[in-house]
């Protein structure tokens, strides 16, 4: 089955302990990206790869890391997450090369910090 | 930036009525998806449709993009429909690809 996953799907930490939120796909996408979505603001985005080793900065990046090691695999780092970054993550993928480049959301990872 | 507005914001409806959900956008587009957000949280796509009509069941969409706007029809609603639905799009084919999202329209279906 074509998916975008996603772990942990739930995560309460503290502020300052590192984390990463895992994503994989299975579509042998170039593309992925990181979302973040609250209320109000809506979802917004936070880092972009256009391929391997090819990573860029989206709308809100502060805070974050981005690594692309592998086509399928785009981890999101928090090197020393904060309160404000208590938010629902969302890791995407598409492929622009297929004839148009619907994006596939992962379930979602909810983070809290405390 | 693009600007994406949807209506209506929110929506109550008995369970086996139709709805319309309405998705304006301010400029061309190359890519246009609708999703539905569930309870849970999780982002389901509904629709890939930049431009025409598609159905899926009890769903179906249609978007006129010389005159950037977007309709999602559901008809017969069941409980299970409830949550927000999103309309979201992107201005570009190549490049950096981040869909803009509306508002989103909240959707109750009471049984």
């Known amino acids: 089955e074509a998916q975008v996953t996603q772990n942990p799907r739930y995560l309460i930490t503290v502020t300052g302990k590192k984390l990463t939120v895992t994503c994989s796909q299975n579509?042998?996408?170039?593309?992925m990206s990181w979302y973040r979505q609250d209320p109000g603001l809506g979802l917004r985005q936070i880092y972009y790869?256009?391929?391997?080793?090819?990573?860029d900065k989206g709308d809100v990046p502060e805070g974050y890391k981005v690594s692309r090691k592998e086509k399928r695999n785009f981890p999101l780092i928090l090197e020393s997450p904060s309160p404000n970054q208590t938010s629902l993550y969302f890791c995407?993928?598409?492929?622009?090369?297929?004839?148009?480049?619907?994006?596939?959301f992962g379930p979602g990872t909810r983070l809290t910090v405390t | 930036g693009i600007q994406v507005e949807q209506s209506p914001p929110d929506l109550i409806l008995q369970e086996g009525a139709n709805s319309t959900l309405r998705c304006n956008f301010s400029?061309?587009?190359?890519?246009l998806q609708w999703f539905h957000q569930n309870p849970w949280g999780q982002l389901i796509n509904l629709f890939y449709?930049?431009?025409g009509t598609k159905q899926n069941g009890r769903l179906s969409a249609t978007t006129v993009a010389t005159e950037r706007y977007s309709l999602l029809y559901i008809s017969s609603s069941q409980t299970t429909d409830s949550g927000v639905y999103f309309c979201?799009?992107?201005?570009?084919?190549?490049?950096?690809?981040?869909?803009?999202f509306g508002k989103g329209t909240r959707l109750s279906v009471i049984a």
């Open positions: 449709i930049p431009s």
């Open positions: 979201a799009v992107a201005p570009r084919v190549s490049g950096n690809t981040p869909l803009v």
């Open positions: 995407a993928s598409s492929s622009p090369r297929l004839g148009g480049y619907e994006q596939y």
């Open positions: 579509m042998n996408h170039e593309y």
């Open positions: 400029d061309s587009v190359n890519n």
């Open positions: 790869s256009m391929n391997v080793e090819v990573t």
